[in-house]
């Protein structure tokens, strides 16, 4: 079965960084789009960002724009999500996911997604 497990979160300083991978195993990782959502506390689950399965097309919420870089490397069945200037309002439960929508392309709605790593929690401090 799919399986996707998250690591890197952590606790950092506002204008830190931090790189949250996603390890991605149980069937052909490159053939299916794959996405990062964050769950403030309290708040819903959003998109932050996601990747076509070539990597050749991305997408970001407006409010990580410029900051945060989605990649993947499907020979290593792993994406991940570089973030950088990072702010408290970043402060979240970070979840990977996966879709069975084969050669799907860009996919930011979470409905979209079957499947769901147990998340990575990021605390940045002011």
């Known amino acids: 079965q799919v399986q996707l497990v998250e690591s890197g979160g952590g606790l950092v300083q506002a204008g830190g960084s931090l790189r949250l991978s996603c390890a991605a195993s149980?069937?052909?990782?490159?053939?299916?789009?794959m996405g990062w959502f964050r769950q403030p506390p309290g708040k819903e689950r959003d998109i932050v960002a996601a990747?076509?399965?070539?990597?050749?097309?991305?997408y970001y919420a407006d409010s990580v724009k410029g900051r945060f870089t989605i990649s993947r490397d499907n020979a290593n069945n792993t994406v991940y999500l570089q973030m950088n200037a990072l702010k408290p309002e970043d402060t979240a439960d970070y979840y990977c996911?996966?879709?069975?929508?084969?050669?799907?392309?860009?996919?930011?709605?979470?409905?979209?997604?079957?499947?769901w790593g147990q998340g990575t929690q990021v605390t940045v401090s002011s």
């Open positions: 990747i076509s399965w070539g990597g050749g097309k991305t």
């Open positions: 149980g069937r052909t990782f490159s053939s299916y789009a």
């Open positions: 996911a996966t879709t069975d929508r084969l050669g799907s392309m860009i996919l930011s709605r979470p409905d979209l997604y079957n499947y």
